[in-house]
């Protein structure tokens, strides 16, 4: 049965963190694997999830299926962190999932069931999950331009001209915030004029949000998101609580759909309940439960709250250190969108020859398209990976 397979294409970023741990030079500096690190490289379990945990594992009392939703506290907690205190929640149903990704394809699935030759519009770059995830759920793929590698902002009137070529019924995939790879995110003038276009031609907006709280803050990271829900008929949302709740392993997530009224909603939830079915049955419980208790307690939440906010503006600092350290060495402004990109990644805008020197040459691992991961920048080595970068410049 198995001769007939080929081997799967390696995957680039497990290959980097191979490279990386074997890698014997002190001074090594890890910028390539996405998931948030303190100065001691460390990713820690946060402080509210740890107690919420130990309340999880003093009151619980049966592991029985909770059903294909998973647990509904978090789902409703969930949906309020993620459209806001005045979002319309007669039509915004949530259904857990196995981590952001879940959610991607739980949504995708729905999608597919609600148009079966759907066309979704993907930002060019984007993450490189987003691909296979869509495709494996039978969606045909498109995509629009995003970024300007030079100057390192968003190609926002391209973008326009390519999704004023959407057809109604299309899906365009907008990153909540904190654009991962490029750091480079849509204004709030932006979201505004996308949720005018996506209205005048019938297209279904679904915001894949991964980094809520990462980037200006959580309220402001989802303005975009909460702008679009207050004007269109209907709309989808991928989020996730691996980075801003630090429970990857836990798979924790979310799907949500907004729908034109609530019997609507109640239909597209079955439906897309029915694709969990199909796919995993029922989400792991351990981690939403963790993040439901720290959502509905309030003083774990503050706690949490103010945890997130120490992260965010850590990488905040080492955004600002980093530009001003690559501006010294290069004596130029080249580099200096990285302080006012958001976000846990910065896509630096090297060839991927600059990049394969920055490891052999100086032990600096980054993924081949230049994509840092912010929280990885060494506090006490800015300068001495500011130099590496620009040596290897032409
Ligand atoms: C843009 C984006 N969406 C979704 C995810 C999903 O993450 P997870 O499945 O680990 O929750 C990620 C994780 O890196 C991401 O960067």
Request: aromatic share 6%.
């Amino acid at each position: 049965m198995f001769e007939n397979l080929q081997p799967a294409p390696a995957d680039k970023i497990i290959a980097l963190i191979g490279l990386y741990r074997a890698d014997p030079r002190p001074d090594k500096v890890d910028l390539g694997v996405g998931v948030y690190k303190d100065r001691d490289g460390k990713t820690p379990v946060m402080r509210a999830v740890r107690e919420a945990e130990k309340r999880l594992l003093q009151s619980q009392d049966t592991k029985t299926y909770l059903g294909l939703a998973g647990d509904t506290g978090f789902n409703a907690a969930m949906a309020w962190l993620t459209f806001g205190q005045a979002a319309d929640m007669t039509r915004i149903r949530a259904a857990q999932a196995p981590g952001g990704s879940g959610a991607l394809r739980l949504v995708a699935e729905l999608l597919k069931r609600t148009r079966s030759d759907a066309t979704i519009w993907l930002s060019d770059p984007t993450w490189p999950n987003h691909m296979p995830v869509m495709r494996g759920a039978g969606l045909q793929i498109r995509e629009y331009p995003y970024f300007d590698a030079a100057s390192g902002t968003v190609r926002f009137a391209d973008m326009l001209a390519a999704l004023s070529a959407a057809k109604s019924g299309d899906v365009v995939l907008l990153h909540g915030c904190c654009h991962n790879p490029t750091g480079a995110n849509l204004d709030t003038a932006q979201w505004a004029e996308i949720t005018d276009l996506v209205v005048e031609r019938g297209l279904l907006p679904f915001v894949d949000i991964a980094y809520q709280g990462f980037g200006e803050g959580l309220d402001a990271d989802a303005a975009g998101l909460r702008i679009m829900a207050a004007k269109v008929p209907e709309m989808v949302v991928a989020s996730s609580c691996s980075k801003n709740f630090a429970v990857y392993r836990d798979r924790v997530g979310a799907a949500m759909i907004l729908a034109k009224d609530g019997a609507q909603a109640d239909v597209a939830m079955g439906q897309m309940l029915s694709a969990a079915r199909a796919m995993y049955s029922m989400p792991p419980d351990h981690g939403a439960a963790a993040v439901r208790i720290v959502l509905e307690d309030a003083a774990l939440r503050a706690d949490w709250e103010a945890e997130l906010e120490e992260m965010r503006l850590r990488m905040l600092r080492l955004r600002v250190q980093f530009a001003e350290a690559l501006r010294r060495q290069s004596n130029s402004d080249r580099f200096d969108f990285v302080a006012s990109h958001r976000g846990m990644f910065s896509r630096l805008g090297l060839s991927e020859a600059q990049v394969e020197r920055l490891r052999a040459e100086h032990g600096v691992y980054m993924v081949g398209d230049s994509r840092i991961n912010v929280a990885g920048l060494p506090e006490d080595g800015m300068e001495a990976l500011a130099k590496a970068i620009v040596s290897v410049l032409d």
